[in-house]
């Protein structure tokens, strides 16, 4: 049986839609870093050198199995990548830009927009634009496979359901 495993990373804080589309992203991800443009129109599909394995196929035209499981930390996350690359499965790891739900202080304000003047005017960072925070890049889950599924349950066999 062919089928993908979407690790994802237990120890964020997300919506459901984030979770959702974080997972979506993994698993078409893997599909795409095999696409290569050769051609200068990148609108034709015709133009892209694809570089599918036979396990990539065969998902493709059957079921789609999709297992979403958990680990606790970013470095589980990249721990579990390397294994699945040295057992040479394809993978891809998502890397979130931080847009939306993953935020840190600003380390220029440091967080501190303060109210200043007679106006009491707002004052301006330029970094945040004022907001006190920046996007964070996080990673969020990583995608094993297509592949056998007795080859990638050796990596994550331990992992529970999500």
């Known amino acids: 049986m062919v089928k993908q495993v979407i690790v994802w990373r237990k120890d964020l804080k997300v919506r459901k839609g984030k979770f959702g589309s974080q997972i979506a992203h993994a698993s078409e991800k893997v599909f795409f870093d095999r696409m290569k443009n050769v051609g200068s129109n990148i609108y034709h599909f015709k133009e892209f050198e694809i570089t599918f394995t036979m396990e990539m196929i065969v998902w493709m035209y059957s079921s789609f199995t999709k297992i979403v499981v958990g680990c606790n930390s ?6 579990l990548k390397k ?3 040295e057992a040479n499965i394809v993978n891809a790891i998502i890397l979130d830009n931080g847009n939306t739900e993953f935020k840190e202080k600003c380390p220029v304000c440091k967080g501190e927009i303060k109210l200043v003047g007679s106006n009491k005017v707002k004052q301006y960072c330029p970094y945040c634009d004022g907001t006190g925070k920046v996007n964070k890049p996080t990673y969020t889950c990583l995608a094993i496979g297509p592949d056998e599924a007795d080859k990638i349950d050796k990596i994550t066999k331990n992992l529970r359901l999500l």
């Not at 970013?74 to 721990?79: P, S």
């Open 74 to 79: 970013e470095q589980e996350l990249f721990d």
């Open 83 to 85: 294994q699945a690359d």
